[in-house]
């Protein structure tokens, strides 16, 4: 979910054109459930500390920034764990969420 409302995103938008767009792809990702506790409330892994990337981990909450390494492709906001689903066949991309087609 979003941390603030979409008009508050304006600020973001000036020093990173397509930003907004990129946290609602993220926003409308549909991510797997957490496979240690079941809850929805999950997010894409990415790693890297890049003015951009923290400004989407400011953003929503289904775009979750590790400093290096990745021990899930997934992360649950709710029971704090890394997971990797076994059965997940439609990873999200980064390049398809930034493309600014």
Known sequence: MLK???EALQGYEKEHPGITR????????????????????????????VS???ALACITTKFHLRMNGRPGRFFCNECRQYFTPEDW???????DLIRLD
């Open 89 to 95: 066949k439609e990873p999200l991309k980064w390049e």
């Open 22 to 49: 990129m946290a609602l792809r993220f926003e409308n990702a549909i991510l797997p459930p957490c496979s240690h506790c079941g809850s929805f409330d999950t997010a894409d892994v990415q790693c890297g500390f």
């Open 4 to 6: 603030m409302p979409i």
């Open 52 to 54: 951009i990337t923290l």
